[in-house]
């Protein structure tokens, strides 16, 4: 089965930085595409950013662009989420999501920053 296993969550004062990680287990080859959405209190579930494995490629939301950062260790099967200069908007818990042939998603890791 494949499993994602979100962590790095935490509370960090605005201007501060927190690397998520999203580990994933089960894919037995081939590529695929690893995104990061948010969800604040009372928000919509919103994508944050995403990395296809083919290729490297990333996408971000215009809202986090120039801020956060997501990469991956193809030896890990792990992908990051580097997310500098927070914002108290940045506040959400945050959940990987990957696809291939199907979806799955990880359980959120909460992300807050204080004013």
């Known amino acids: 089965d494949v499993q994602l296993q979100a962590s790095g969550g935490g509370l960090v004062q605005t201007g501060g930085s927190l690397r998520l990680s999203c580990a994933a287990s089960?894919?037995?080859?081939?590529?695929?595409?690893i995104a990061w959405f948010r969800q604040g209190s009372g928000k919509e579930r919103e994508g944050v950013s995403v990395?296809?494995?083919?290729?490297?490629?990333?996408y971000y939301a215009d809202s986090v662009r120039g801020r956060f950062t997501i990469s991956i260790d193809n030896v890990k099967n792990t992908v990051y989420l580097q997310m500098n200069s927070l914002k108290p908007e940045d506040t959400a818990v945050y959940y990987c999501?990957?696809?291939?042939?199907?979806?799955?998603w990880g359980q959120g890791t909460l992300v807050t920053v204080s004013s």
């Open positions: 999501y990957a696809v291939r042939s199907a979806a799955y």
């Open positions: 089960g894919f037995t080859g081939g590529d695929y595409a």
């Open positions: 990395i296809n494995t083919f290729d490297g490629s990333t």
